[in-house]
């Protein structure tokens, strides 16, 4: 009985977590499309790819990581660019030839964070950003959870794009996630990153 309540409740929670998502990329989408005559509405999508550890009911493990991310100015936020990522990390032994094991352990997961950005000189950048963590634990084969917490980046490099503001920002930076529910999943990130705004 107690375990069919846990269900009801975690299949509540997966709910209520894809609407409020939902809702955000509605509020993403509708705001970038009401840009008023004097601002430009912009849209970038980037990555990057690294190498970190993961950590759930476990001990830390060596992986690599990967995100995808879609972002734009929007007319609610000035000086804070909302990210909307996808990140997933896998046990670093998964990309290495020759090495057979049953099962790689991974989590994968989705961040919505604000994005700041400082420039230095002519084309040097630093972005930090703060949001929230979506985390899906999957570092044993009999593990399927979901957690929720925060993630925290830092990122610099140099902007490549000119006058238009449209072409590439390349660099490396550190992502961190943390949860606080079910196992704790967390991970992090020392990365290459890029960035196209069209």
């Known amino acids: 009985m107690a375990k069919e309540i846990l ?3 975690r299949k509540l929670y997966l709910k209520n977590f894809f609407f409020l998502f939902k809702v955000t990329l509605f509020i993403l989408i509708f705001s970038a499309f009401q840009g008023s005559a004097t601002a430009q509405i912009r849209v970038s999508a980037g990555g990057f790819v690294g190498g970190g550890f993961i950590k759930g009911d ?3 493990i060596g992986s690599f990581s990967a ?8 007319i ?16 670093f032994n998964s990309i290495i030839p020759n090495v057979r094991k049953p099962y790689f352990p991974f989590v994968q997961g989705l961040t919505f964070k604000g994005i ?5 000189e002519d084309h040097i950048f630093l972005e930090e950003g703060f949001g929230l963590l979506a985390l899906n634990d999957r570092t044993f084969s009999d593990t399927d959870s ?16 000119g006058f238009e503001l449209s ?11 943390i949860t606080f529910n079910n196992t704790l999943a967390q ?3 020392l990365h290459f990153y890029f960035n196209y705004t069209l």
Request: hydrophobic share 40%; aromatic share 20%; no cysteine.
């Open 116 to 120: 700041t950005t400082q420039y230095f």
């Open 76 to 91: 609610l936020f000035i000086e804070v660019t909302p990210r909307l990522s996808i990140v997933f990390a896998r046990d």
């Open 167 to 177: 072409g590439f920002k390349i660099g490396a930076g550190i992502e961190y996630g």
């Open 58 to 60: 476990s001990p830390n």
């Open 7 to 9: 269900l009801m409740f």
């Open 146 to 161: 979901w957690s929720y917490g925060i993630v925290i980046s830092i990122n610099g490099g140099f902007d490549l794009r």
């Open 187 to 189: 991970y992090s990130s």
């Open 67 to 74: 995100s995808f991310f879609v972002e734009t100015n929007t």
